[in-house]
Nanobody, 124 residues
């Protein structure tokens, strides 16, 4: 599975962005998907996840109420809608996929496939 993340950019605090993660090489319809982010000098951290059917979603506390993860299996694409962005959301955002995940997991090493990352910069 090849994953391509896009949609990053530079926004003012309070603004919104929608990240997309498009897959090629294989259908995503049976894969759980996750979004992670990594800020300079920090470890990669979990942001949000969704199972293959959209039956469950899971968010880190800082994303709850502001970010929404969704998917369109027919388009082989997963999204992360980010609203009310804050400077501390600045990071490179990565999408990840795994076929074996059945329950919400925040651990990066549980995801087998990774996209290349898209930069999100939020200025105050």
């Amino acid at each position: 599975v090849q994953l391509q993340a896009s949609g990053g950019g530079h926004v003012q605090a309070g603004g919104s962005l929608r990240l997309s993660c498009a897959a090629s090489g294989r259908t995503l319809s049976r894969y759980a998907m996750g979004w992670f982010r990594q800020a300079p000098g920090k470890e990669r951290e979990f942001v949000a996840a969704i199972n293959w059917s959209g039956g469950w979603t899971h968010y880190t506390d800082s994303a709850k109420g502001r970010f929404t993860i969704s998917r369109e299996n027919a388009k082989n694409t997963v999204y992360l809608q980010m609203n009310s962005l804050k400077p501390e959301d600045t990071a490179v955002y990565y999408c990840a996929a795994d076929r074996t995940i059945q329950a919400p997991t925040t651990t990066a090493r549980h995801y087998e496939y990774w996209g290349q990352g898209t930069q999100v910069t939020v200025s105050s």
